[in-house]
């Protein structure tokens, strides 16, 4: 009988313990919602955040304090539970985030959907997996997709269902990288590395930094224990770069310059990195050729920083007319470059298409890129988000006029163009494409 009691009383324990952690974040995650009130949250409908900054004060002010006042009339607090009715704004927070990891928990209570949004931007979907009116949306599938993605999309539905019954709790993990998106759902990976798509302006990356949204959509639903952790820049770029590695091979050892040719001598190899010595520089290249590829590259800019990655070089001339592009690595926030052309800035194929910005972390922390040249198009993505996507046979205006004459070449070198600036790169890895 006193063994009986004993595992009575560890049950009862334990069960105490789960109650109590609700809306305590584990060590390392910071919680969103303090189980009591809407500190740390604002109210903002579907909107797009790049318009707050067109406003003025007192647009964004008044902006502000409708939604604020909508939220509240349909937002309460219920035993440590945010409850919304199904109507007004959502519950939004303050703060803007970049690379996070996000757990957030969720019941439906009946016949509904609703949704988490990231960086301001719709979104990963909750549904009543069982209502057969939702079927031609989707809701057959399960939660979890990124329902707003255009259709046939990497990630617009979940791989699999894992939802718990309605009217029990489901738990979301959600790793946002960029624009990269994975999703669990109850501890099963439904979302695998998928770009959220701009929902606003499909021709644009998605936003670098926004709120996180708890959607409202019609029907009540309850959240609580939400936490999200921000992820460092070093951690971040381990995490694209394990995506999809197989077939990589790398082209720097990280301690000599071993395969290389060119103007060798005005590059050292410091701490693991290939760095263009200050005041030297030129176009240097791998003694391979190669014809379509996928590279992947880290770089580090300092304060001004300026060089370049040399796409299918042919060994001779500066490698931003003779390669088929020279691709700008560039430190964009430098006040000595803010005139250029914007075929100028980082990412861009230099003088012929710009790259989107706003993508690059701040000078001295590591970017991770990856660039695939297939035929004649380019794409470039920056620390998990896609900045240039271009058909290079299709560039009609130059820069200045500017003729680039090998934007037609099938093959070439791979290399960095310095300019004279301490540029580093690490982790240099080529993937042959067939």
Partial sequence: MKRILSLSLLILAAAGFARAADNEAPEGFTPLFNGTDFTGWHGLGTFDIRKLKEMTDEERKTKHDTELADMKAHWKVDKGELVNDGLGAYMTTDKDYGDFELYVSWKLIAKGDSGVYLKATPQVQIWDFTEKDYFKMGADKGSGGLWNNAAGSPGKDPI??????????????????????????????????????????????????????????????????????????????????????????????????????????????????????????????????????????????????????????????????????ELQVLDNDSPEYAKLDPRQYHGSAYGMIPAHRGYLRPTGEWNFQEVTVKGSTIKVELNGTVILDGDLSKVTELMANTPHPGKDRTSGHFGFAGHGDSVEFRNVAIKPLK
């Fill in 160 to 325: 699999v269902r894992a939802d718990k019954p309605i009217g029990e709790w489901n738990t979301f993990r959600i790793i946002q990288v960029g624009a990269r998106t994975t999703v669990y759902l109850n501890g099963k990976l439904v979302i695998d590395h998928a770009p959220l798509q701009n929902y606003f302006d499909k021709s644009a990356p998605l936003f670098p930094k926004g709120p996180v949204q708890l959607q409202t959509h019609g029907n009540e639903v309850r959240w609580k224990n939400i936490y999200i952790r921000e992820i460092p820049a070093d951690e971040a770029n381990k995490m694209l770069v394990s995506k999809e590695a197989e077939g990589f091979e790398p082209i720097f050892d990280g301690k000599t310059l071993a395969g290389w040719k060119g103007p060798v001598e005005d590059y050292e190899v410091v701490d693991g990195s290939l760095r263009c010595k200050p005041g030297k520089g030129g176009m240097l290249h791998t003694k391979q050729e190669y014809g379509d590829f996928v590279a992947r590259v880290e770089f580090k800019l300092p304060k001004g920083g300026n060089n370049g990655i040399l796409i299918r070089y042919p060994g001779e001339g500066n490698g931003a007319y003779t390669a088929m592009t």
